[in-house]
């Protein structure tokens, strides 16, 4: 077995929540945070070679930096990194995202079974629950049917609970080469057609749906939003984004108003914000 390495990232707790957001761009897999007495450290886990190189780290953490450990991690990381990935629940049970060696839980409406991989996405992040509990809310009012498009798909985590709760088809998009990959095996996995390609929000034009799920940060959502405002990119009728922060929610409020997109409802899990909107 290869030898697992922990990278901690440690930074000052005024940045933590810009450092999260770099640090998300650059590890598609996610981060395990830890709080101490002056600061915030964000751990990732990963073999050799598969981890952001040092210099990376240190531009992504800016001004917050505090200090960068790196540690090799003992046999038993397999169970750690299970430790760590705990299911996640919305709604009080009614929606649930797990790993495959997690009981399903009783009484779920919805069962999504994710496991750590290499892309973005088990749910437990505060901006995939905000997308999560919002795609909720529209299927509890009978919203959740034809076409929705996720941008930003990461292991698919978002597009396969869209299927599971009745929005078909569902198509999902990444950058990322092994999140394409993540995600088809995902929805495989989970019996969801969903139907997964590789394409750079930046430079291209995202699939067009009725309903889009965006959970993405926002210097990526507000240049979306300005291409629709210019007619590049269609309106959809209903879009579902995270990944802001709350001191970003009015720039990107704005942003997608001057495309016509209007908030229904706005929800906030710490520092992050959801918004679910309408045209
Ligand atoms: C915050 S993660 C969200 C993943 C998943 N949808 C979730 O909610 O857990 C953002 C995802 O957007 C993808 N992404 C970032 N920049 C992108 C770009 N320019 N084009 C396409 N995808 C991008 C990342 O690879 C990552 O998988």
């Known amino acids: ?22 640090l998300v761009e650059l590890v598609p897999g996610g981060v395990e945070e830890e709080r101490g007495a002056g600061y915030v450290e964000y751990a ?21 930096l505090v200090e960068i450990e790196t540690t090799e991690i003992p046999d ?19 929606l649930v995202v797990r790993p ?3 009981e399903a839980e009783a009484g779920s409406e919805v069962d999504v079974v994710v496991d750590p991989g290499r892309a973005f996405g088990t749910g437990g992040h505060a901006t995939t629950r905000c997308c999560l509990e919002l795609l909720l809310a529209l299927a509890d009012r009978g919203l959740a049917a ?9 292991s698919g985590v978002l597009a396969i609970a869209a299927a599971k709760l009745g929005w078909d088809p569902v198509g999902g998009c990444d950058h990322e ?40 940060t926002a210097p990526l959502l507000v240049p979306l939003a300005e291409r629709m405002e210019a007619g590049e990119i269609a309106v959809p009728g209903r ?14 409020t704005a942003s997608f108003g001057a495309a016509g997109l209007a908030v229904e409802e706005g929800i ?12």
């Open 146 to 154: 034809g076409p929705l498009a996720d941008w930003g798909t990461g």
């Open 239 to 252: 879009m579902v984004v995270s990944g802001l922060l709350l001191s970003e929610r009015d720039r990107v």
């Open 268 to 279: 906030e899990s710490g520092d992050w914000a959801g918004l679910s909107m309408r045209s």
């Open 1 to 22: 077995m290869a030898p697992m390495i922990r990278l901690a990232v440690r930074c000052r707790p005024e940045q933590a929540e810009m450092v999260l957001a770099e």
């Open 177 to 216: 080469p092994a999140a394409v990959e993540v995600a088809a095996a995902n929805a495989a996995a989970n019996g969801a057609a969903v139907a997964v390609e590789r394409l750079n929000l930046r430079e291209q034009v995202p699939p067009a749906a009725p309903t889009v799920v965006a959970n993405l």
């Open 44 to 64: 990732i886990y990963g073999p050799p070679g598969e981890l952001p190189e040092l210099p990376d780290l240190r531009a992504a953490a800016g001004e917050g």
């Open 100 to 102: 495959s060696w997690e």
């Open 76 to 94: 038993d990381w397999a169970d750690r990194w299970r430790d760590f990935h705990e299911p996640v629940v919305i709604a009080g049970g009614r």
